[in-house]
T-cell receptor
Framework: DTGVSQDPRHKITKRGQNVTFRCDPI?????LYWYRQTLGQGPEFLTY????????KSRLLSDRFSAERPKGSFSTLEIQRTEQGDSAMYLC??????????????FGPGTRLTVT | AQTVTQSQPEMSVQEAETVTLSCTYD???????LFWYKQPPSRQMILVIR??????QNATENRFSVNFQKAAKSFSLKISDSQLGDAAMYFC??????????FGKGTKLTVNP
C-alpha cells in the first residue's frame, strides 16, 4: 500500500514536553497538508507545502508549532512546550497539484496526541 | 472567511433505504470545489464525491449523488441503497482560491440492519 503514512499513530506526552510527528505522502504528490481534528469537530487546516516551500499557515499555528518539508518529500510537525489544549488528532494529507487545479487530497491515518 | 455548516449531527437509515445529508456553505468566491468525505470509525478519511462549482450538472458516484444548489449555497449528499459499510462520519468540505479544505462539523450516519 503506498498511501499516506503517519508516525507515530499515538503519542502520550506530559505538558511542557516537545513532540514531533512525521508524515510520508504518496510518492509523486507535490502538495502536503497538515490538519488538526478535535473530538466532535471537522478537521481544521494548519499549513500546507508545495514541494519544500511552506505556502500557507493558519492563525491556529502558534509560535509553538513548526512544520518542515526539507526535501519536498516527507514532512515533520513539531509542537514545543505542549499544552493540554494541543490534544487532538493530527492529520496529514497529500495531493498532486498542478497550477490552480484542485486535486483530491488523500489523508493519512492521523497521529493522536494526548497531553497529560 | 468561508464557513461550512452541517446541521444534522446524527442521522440514521435502514439498510437498503435512501438518506440525504445536508450541507450549506458561505463564500463570496465564484470558483470553488465542494467535497464529501467519509471517515469510518478509527479509519482514515476518504473522498466520496466532489463537485466543481462551475458545473451545473450534479456529480454522481455509484450510489452517491449530490444536489448542488449554487444560488442557495447548498450541497447535500444522497446515499441510495444504504449498506452497513456506509456507517461513518461524513464531512462536507469547501475549497476555494486557497488550497486548504474548510470542513463542517460532520454528520454521524448510522445504518440499521
Amino acid at each position: 500500500d503506498t498511501g499516506v503514512s503517519q508516525d507515530p499513530r499515538h503519542k502520550i506526552t506530559k505538558r511542557g514536553q516537545n513532540v514531533t510527528f512525521r508524515c510520508d505522502p504518496i510518492s509523486e504528490h507535490n502538495r502536503l497538508y497538515w490538519y488538526r481534528q478535535t473530538l466532535g469537530q471537522g478537521p481544521e487546516f494548519l499549513t500546507y507545502f508545495q514541494n519544500e516551500a511552506q505556502l500557507e499557515k493558519s492563525r491556529l499555528l502558534s509560535d509553538r508549532f513548526s512544520a518542515e518539508r526539507p526535501k519536498g518529500s516527507f514532512s515533520t510537525l513539531e509542537i514545543q512546550r505542549t499544552e493540554q489544549g494541543d490534544s487532538a488528532m493530527y492529520l496529514c494529507a497529500s495531493s498532486l497539484g498542478m497550477g490552480s487545479s484542485s486535486y483530491e487530497q488523500y489523508f493519512g491515518p492521523g497521529t493522536r496526541l494526548t497531553v497529560t | 472567511a468561508q464557513t461550512v455548516t452541517q446541521s444534522q449531527p446524527e442521522m440514521s437509515v435502514q439498510e437498503a433505504e435512501t438518506v440525504t445529508l445536508s450541507c450549506t456553505y458561505d463564500t463570496s468566491e465564484s470558483d470553488y470545489y465542494l467535497f464529501w468525505y467519509k471517515q469510518p470509525p478509527s479509519r482514515q478519511m476518504i473522498l466520496v464525491i466532489r463537485q466543481e462549482a462551475y458545473k451545473q450538472q450534479n456529480a454522481t458516484e455509484n450510489r452517491f449523488s449530490v444536489n448542488f444548489q449554487k444560488a442557495a449555497k447548498s450541497f447535500s449528499l444522497k446515499i441510495s441503497d444504504s449498506q452497513l459499510g456506509d456507517a461513518a462520519m461524513y464531512f462536507c468540505a469547501y475549497q476555494g482560491g486557497s488550497e486548504k479544505l474548510v470542513f463542517g462539523k460532520g454528520t454521524k450516519l448510522t445504518v440499521n440492519p
